[in-house]
């Protein structure tokens, strides 16, 4: 007996899409869009709120519900939420298409929201392509920007090559273990996880994850996505997509039971990999959305220093990451959005005299800047020192000295940001930049949650301990 | 370690002081700079008499960790709040409040962005205060960071010569030091098992091999010491002395490099003693080295901020050595020298400060007669002159004294070479003297003024704490030697020696008779 309430969040998503779809064939007023976009998903953040105690099964086994998934729906709401706050200007998306971008957004949160519930290999497969389609579609949305098809284009090839790998791992993986259920195989697999085809069935497996995460060697995509997309939905790419990647990751690899060296091993030569390649890539860029995309290919290596570590601590401390990760990138899209005129891409330089033109977004910035970096007392400090304790309880102690070289040259680049925005004088006589006060409390609430994660994170990091707890069952 | 419970938190109001500062000054509406700056003048005032207060009501008999208050913080990582402070801690407490008001009384007449310069001061000081006082590894390296970020801006918005290069290259120097300490943390944390950050429980229970204490003491050593200014990591700093603005110099020099031998003292030393002694002919090469590398590279300088900031290197060289001696000469000296350093190198740039704001040069040939139009400016730079060098009754001279006598003992040559070139530097540093405030004076610097009554105040807090501990040393020396005996019979005892000769020097019998 399939238990419905379990699935209401769920229900709401779809609901909501359903809502934008019907907008689609009208006629297009954005104003309506925004205003029924910012409603929809205020109630929604509400609803995941209010579900996240509830336990059960669903559809055979296929779908679970628990305190991992309900508080990984909450966090992806959160960044569709927080993505549709950024929209009151929406002015890389044509007018005539906001309808269809809310559809798309509304959807590819639905199919995430389904991707962290799913314990079945054929699900899990459906969902990620729902989300990954929804993105290809609206990283092409961006109004007249020349490369905007050859990112897209881009984004689409490298995804379906990855899910083919994936398809393909999880066939060696269903072959051997004989179930596509996650429950079966975390039986199986453990003792096995050393024989060439499961383990080569493993990895090919996470490929799909790690090109969500952009982990190296698949994070091509990330810096021209990240560049051609529309601001809103590179900052939705950011940050609800790469949670809910992180959920998954963590979700199979807790499969392995943490007695692989192997597969560690693996793990380790992608983690420093994508931390190397993302910080020594990001020091040339110009423009701050390729920056913050090879940021993030860099932040993918440390979250997959928690990961690698292939126990409840590890797993704890990536959540916890995750979560960091997704309020300092908000927070740094923020002022993306806020700092560039008619939805056009900015470059460092762009953000001169911040510090006068809005104080607010300026401190935030500075906030997430230094979390990204790893300094104290941000909550993006908390996360690196879970993860480092996680790996150094693994004995890898030369493997947090790499981690932490790199938070050195990335403090290069993100110090260049912070000089821009609170030293160097703009040419001219910029305006000042108009925040509303919504976008101002939201700010102001980044702000405390960046400074409450860094001096008072005990109640946190005790949630992302409950949360990994069950995936021991 | 034995922790003493504070009667009342004296701590925390301290660091709750500066927050409440903090927030205050960034509450105050944009235009309202003279109240930052009373703000900013009301909490140095403050904390530099609480910090004169600890310090005098230390319990020289007591010893141990006094003061000590203890809060739970983040219990799933075994983190507290341990606030606590001993014989080493207490004069740096001290020294911060000096340099803390007079430098803010330095900065009076700041004009451009003054309430974003004073919130940046007084957070960047009051990560110094939590930094001596924490009691905890997760605190000390929070507080080791939020006292190093702030440098940035302050140098890159209101400093000088070269203050982008300047001010990047400190501050990836200082977190590559940091990028060194987290693993090392976390390291000794992890292996003891125990999981506690808390310091005196570490240092009590944890059991480490003497494998694991040499590779923690090495990156404490390396991290910590890149902020102290060892060679070959030095280099961060005279450029970075010299970029930023004077008060910034003062606090920076004054106490910034402190908070690097503090770090090492305070983590290394205490939790890693096998890796101590491992490391400490290292460390006795590497200060001499800088001891020396220090006095000549300072010889060439022609600007005045160079020649000051090259010889915080030489000067932080004696710290150093001090540690590596391992005896409690050695230790005294060094915990000495840090406050001595500080006082008289926070006098120094802020001397300096003012020639360069009435002159607007720091080259030493553009310079000359300077004391004959402002007397009392030139007096303070003289003095500082004079401490640096290690003239007798001043503070640094007990300090390097102390050192040298350890140091004799356990690297004759390596002190007899330090000694060498301290003695050519001190003539050097008499010559920049004379060319800077004596000798013919261009015509054109006859307008300039002496510095008012106002900003000679906090030159007379400096320069009085120079001479009241160059003339009383046993005022510091007490307290410092309160923690040096206890940390030294550790080390014996670990080594299987008595050694009491290395404890009751010649020196410290004789200082104790004096009144």
């Known amino acids: 007996m399939t238990n419905w309430t379990l699935f209401i969040p769920e229900l709401y998503s779809l609901g909501a899409a359903g809502v934008f779809f019907l907008f689609c064939l009208c006629r297009p007023d954005s104003r309506r869009d925004y205003g029924a976009a910012m409603i929809l998903s205020a109630l929604g953040l509400f609803l995941t709120v209010w579900s996240v105690g509830f336990q059960g099964s669903l559809f055979e086994g296929v779908y679970r519900v628990d305190l991992y998934s309900q508080v990984f729906k909450v966090l992806i709401y959160c960044g569709f939420f927080l993505a549709v706050?950024?929209?009151?200007?929406?002015?890389?998306?044509?007018?005539?298409?906001?309808?269809?971008?809310?559809?798309?957004?509304?959807?590819?949160?639905?199919?995430m929201m389904l991707l962290v519930s799913c314990v079945h290999l054929l699900a899990i497969y459906i969902a990620l392509e729902l989300s990954s389609y929804s993105l290809y579609v609206l990283v092409y949305l961006r109004r007249g920007y020349q490369k905007g098809l050859e990112s897209a284009l881009k984004y689409f090839i490298m995804g379906a090559a990855s899910s083919a790998l994936m398809l393909f791992g999880f066939?060696?993986?269903?072959?051997?273990?004989?179930?596509?259920?996650?429950?079966?195989?975390?039986?199986?697999?453990?003792?096995?996880?050393?024989?060439?085809?499961?383990?080569?069935?493993?990895?090919?497996?996470?490929?799909?994850?790690?090109?969500?995460?952009?982990?190296?060697?698949?994070?091509?995509?990330?810096?021209?996505?990240?560049?051609?997309?529309?601001?809103?939905?590179?900052?939705?790419?950011?940050?609800?997509?790469?949670?809910?990647?992180?959920?998954?990751?963590?979700?199979?690899?807790?499969?392995?039971?943490?007695?692989?060296?192997?597969?560690?091993?693996?793990?380790?030569?992608?983690?420093?990999?994508?931390?190397?390649?993302?910080?020594?890539?990001?020091?040339?860029?110009?423009?701050?959305?390729?920056?913050?995309?090879?940021?993030?290919?860099?932040?993918?290596?440390?979250?997959?220093?928690?990961?690698?570590?292939?126990?409840?601590?590890?797993?704890?401390?990536?959540?916890?990451?995750?979560?960091?990760?997704?309020?300092?990138?908000?927070?740094?899209?923020?002022?993306?959005?806020?700092?560039?005129?008619?939805?056009?891409?900015?470059?460092?330089?762009?953000?001169?005299?911040?510090?006068?033109?809005?104080?607010?977004?300026?401190?935030?910035?500075?906030?997430?800047l230094f979390g990204?970096?790893?300094?104290?007392?941000?909550?993006?400090?908390?996360?690196?020192?879970?993860?480092?304790?996680?790996?150094?309880?693994?004995?890898?102690?030369?493997?947090?000295?790499?981690?932490?070289?790199?938070?050195?040259?990335?403090?290069?680049?993100?110090?260049?940001?912070?000089?821009?925005?609170?030293?160097?004088e703009p040419e001219g006589q910029p305006p000042p930049i108009v925040v509303s006060t919504p976008l101002k409390l939201a700010a102001i609430a980044m702000i405390l949650l960046m400074v409450a994660g860094g001096v008072y994170p005990g109640p946190v990091i005790d949630l992302a301990g409950d949360m990994t707890m069950g995936l021991f069952p | 370690m034995e922790l003493h419970a504070a009667q009342f938190p004296f701590l925390s109001t301290l660091l709750l002081?500066?927050?409440?500062?903090?927030?205050?000054?960034?509450?105050?509406?944009?235009?309202?700079?003279?109240?930052?700056?009373?703000?900013?003048?009301?909490?140095?005032?403050?904390?530099?008499?609480?910090?004169?207060?600890?310090?005098?009501?230390?319990?020289?008999?007591?010893?141990?960790?006094?003061?000590?208050?203890?809060?739970?913080?983040?219990?799933?990582?075994?983190?507290?709040?341990?606030?606590?402070?001993?014989?080493?801690?207490?004069?740096?407490?001290?020294?911060?409040?000096?340099?803390?008001?007079?430098?803010?009384?330095?900065?009076?007449?700041?004009?451009?962005?003054?309430?974003?310069?004073?919130?940046?001061?007084?957070?960047?000081?009051?990560?110094?205060?939590?930094?001596?006082?924490?009691?905890?590894?997760?605190?000390?390296?929070?507080?080791?960071?939020?006292?190093?970020?702030?440098?940035?801006?302050?140098?890159?918005?209101?400093?000088?010569?070269?203050?982008?290069?300047?001010?990047?290259?400190l501050t990836l120097y200082l977190l590559f030091g940091s990028a060194l300490i987290l693993p090392g943390i976390v390291y000794l944390v992890s292996v003891s098992g125990l999981d506690t950050f808390?310091?005196?429980?570490?240092?009590?229970?944890?059991?480490?091999?003497?494998?694991?204490?040499?590779?923690?003491?090495?990156?404490?050593?390396?991290?910590?010491?890149?902020l102290a200014g060892v060679w070959p990591f030095h280099t961060w700093s005279p450029p970075g002395h010299v970029a930023a603005p004077t008060a910034v110099s003062m606090l920076h020099a004054g106490v910034l490099m402190k908070i690097g031998a503090f770090g090492i003292l305070r983590v290394g030393m205490f939790l890693c003693p096998q890796g101590w002694v491992h490391w400490a002919p290292l460390m006795a090469v590497l200060a001499t080295i800088g001891i020396v590398y220090g006095a000549l590279v300072g010889l060439r300088q022609t600007d005045l901020k160079f020649v000051i900031g090259y010889s915080s290197v030489s000067h932080m060289g004696i710290v150093g050595l001090g540690f590596a001696t391992m005896t409690v000469d050695g230790i005294n000296g060094a915990v000495f020298q840090m406050f001595a350093h500080g006082v008289m190198t926070a006098l120094f740039f802020s001397a300096v400060g003012h020639f360069y704001d009435q002159t607007h040069t720091r080259q030493i040939g553009e310079l000359g007669g300077l004391c004959r139009v402002m007397p009392v400016a030139g007096s303070y730079f003289i003095l500082a002159a004079l401490a640096g060098i290690g003239v007798p009754c001043l503070a640094s001279f007990w300090a390097e004294l102390l050192v040298f006598i350890g140091a004799f003992r356990v690297y004759p040559v390596l002190a007899i070479i330090s000694l060498g070139v301290l003695v050519i530097n001190a003539l050097f540093i008499l010559r920049v003297v004379e060319k800077t405030c004596?000798?013919?004076?261009?015509?054109?610097?006859?307008?300039?003024?002496?510095?008012?009554?106002?900003?000679?105040?906090?030159?007379?807090?400096?320069?009085?704490?120079?001479?009241?501990?160059?003339?009383?040393?046993?005022?510091?020396?007490?307290?410092?030697?309160?923690?040096?005996?206890?940390?030294?019979?550790?080390?014996?005892?670990?080594?299987?020696?008595?050694?009491?000769?290395?404890?009751?020097?010649?020196?410290?019998?004789?200082?104790?008779?004096?009144?």
């Open chain 2, 17 to 169: 002081f500066c927050i409440a500062s903090l927030g205050l000054v960034l509450v105050l509406p944009k235009n309202s700079n003279t109240a930052v700056k009373w703000v900013s003048a009301v909490c140095s005032g403050a904390t530099l008499a609480l910090a004169l207060f600890l310090f005098a009501a230390y319990d020289r008999e007591l010893g141990g960790m006094q003061f000590v208050e203890q809060y739970r913080w983040i219990p799933a990582l075994g983190i507290s709040c341990i606030h606590g402070i001993d014989g080493f801690a207490a004069p740096m407490l001290l020294l911060t409040g000096i340099v803390f008001f007079t430098g803010v009384l330095t900065m009076w007449h700041l004009k451009h962005r003054v309430k974003e310069f004073f919130a940046l001061f007084i957070l960047l000081v009051t990560g110094v205060y939590g930094m001596f006082m924490a009691l905890d590894l997760f605190f000390i390296f929070v507080w080791f960071d939020v006292s190093l970020l702030p440098m940035y801006l302050l140098i890159v918005i209101w400093g000088s010569t070269l203050r982008e290069y300047g001010a990047m290259k």
């Open chain 1, 372 to 424: 990204l970096a790893g300094i104290p007392p941000t909550m993006g400090f908390t996360a690196k020192l879970l993860i480092f304790t996680a790996a150094m309880k693994q004995g890898l102690l030369w493997l947090v000295i790499a981690a932490m070289f790199n938070v050195v040259i990335s403090l290069y680049y993100y110090l260049q940001i912070l000089k821009a925005a609170y030293f160097i």
């Open chain 2, 198 to 226: 808390s310091l005196p429980a570490l240092a009590q229970k944890g059991v480490f091999s003497g494998f694991e204490q040499k590779v923690a003491f090495f990156l404490f050593y390396v991290g910590f010491g890149i």
């Open chain 2, 438 to 515: 004596f000798g013919p004076m261009a015509v054109h610097w006859a307008h300039l003024q002496d510095v008012t009554f106002g900003m000679a105040i906090p030159r007379a807090v400096l320069a009085a704490a120079i001479v009241i501990f160059g003339l009383m040393p046993f005022l510091m020396y007490e307290v410092i030697q309160t923690a040096t005996i206890p940390l030294i019979n550790g080390l014996n005892s670990l080594a299987g020696q008595t050694a009491a000769d290395s404890i009751n020097t010649l020196l410290s019998q004789w200082m104790s008779r004096l009144p």
């Open chain 1, 171 to 368: 066939a060696l993986v269903y072959g051997t273990g004989q179930s596509a259920y996650l429950v079966d195989l975390m039986r199986d697999l453990p003792g096995r996880i050393n024989e060439p085809v499961v383990l080569i069935g493993f990895i090919l497996a996470l490929s799909g994850f790690f090109f969500k995460l952009a982990v190296f060697p698949f994070h091509f995509w990330a810096p021209d996505a990240y560049e051609g997309a529309p601001h809103q939905v590179s900052a939705y790419i950011a940050t609800a997509s790469k949670v809910a990647a992180i959920a998954v990751l963590i979700r199979i690899i807790a499969l392995s039971g943490g007695q692989s060296d192997r597969l560690a091993w693996f793990l380790i030569v992608l983690s420093v990999a994508s931390m190397t390649v993302g910080n020594l890539a990001a020091i040339a860029q110009k423009d701050l959305k390729r920056l913050l995309a090879f940021s993030s290919v860099a932040h993918a290596g440390y979250v997959m220093i928690g990961i690698l570590s292939l126990t409840a601590l590890g797993y704890a401390s990536a959540v916890f990451y995750g979560m960091s990760l997704l309020v300092m990138k908000f927070t740094c899209f923020m002022v993306v959005v806020k700092a560039s005129e008619n939805g056009r891409n900015i470059s460092t330089g762009d953000l001169a005299g911040l510090h006068y033109r809005a104080p607010v977004l300026a401190l935030a910035l500075l906030l997430a």
């Open chain 1, 85 to 111: 706050c950024l929209c009151a200007d929406l002015s890389g998306v044509d007018e005539s298409r906001h309808s269809e971008f809310y559809f798309l957004l509304a959807l590819c949160t639905l199919a």
